[in-house]
């Protein structure tokens, strides 16, 4: 049985599939190498998210750590953030915005809403595995990683 420090459970809010599949992939390297059991749950909007976020905090099983792409059908990333933050209150659960906007305001606008860290999505895998690595560190027990 793995200790809990050991162990990630990461929720990845993604409308674009293949997105969604090269950060699965990189957190899963990123879990080999630091020696991690990882569960990747994987929805297309935020509305979807929210929603399984409520039920999880019921049962007090609630992620590690959210991804959250900022262009999403339904409910977007802000405003999927907002309502993590003020509506349902979980300023616990570590936030993290993968988006491909470049511009520094946007991701500085993620952060106000309340993103933990926001990063643009890179062009390489290499700059993917260590956005991967990033995110693996939140809920290790260590202090709050800050990119």
Do not use: W
Request: glycine content about 4%; charged content about 25%; overall charge negative.
């Amino acid at each position: 049985m793995s200790d809990a420090r050991n162990a990630r459970h990461v929720l990845i809010v993604e409308d674009d599939q293949d997105d969604a599949f090269l950060l699965k992939r990189a957190l899963g390297l990123a879990a080999e190498e630091k020696r991690i059991d990882l569960n990747v749950v994987h929805t297309e909007d935020g509305l979807d998210a929210l929603g399984d976020i409520a039920c999880k905090d019921l049962m007090n099983r609630l992620p590690d750590c959210i991804v959250v792409d900022l262009n999403m059908p339904k409910v977007d990333g802000a405003r999927f953030l907002s309502a993590l933050r003020a509506d349902l209150e979980l300023t616990d659960v570590p936030a993290v915005v993968l988006t491909t906007a470049t511009e520094n305001y946007v991701l500085d606008n993620a952060m106000a809403e309340g993103a933990d860290a926001a990063f643009s999505k890179p062009n390489s895998q290499e700059e993917l595995l260590a956005i991967a690595r990033v995110i693996l560190s939140y809920g290790s027990g260590a202090a709050t990683p800050r990119p």
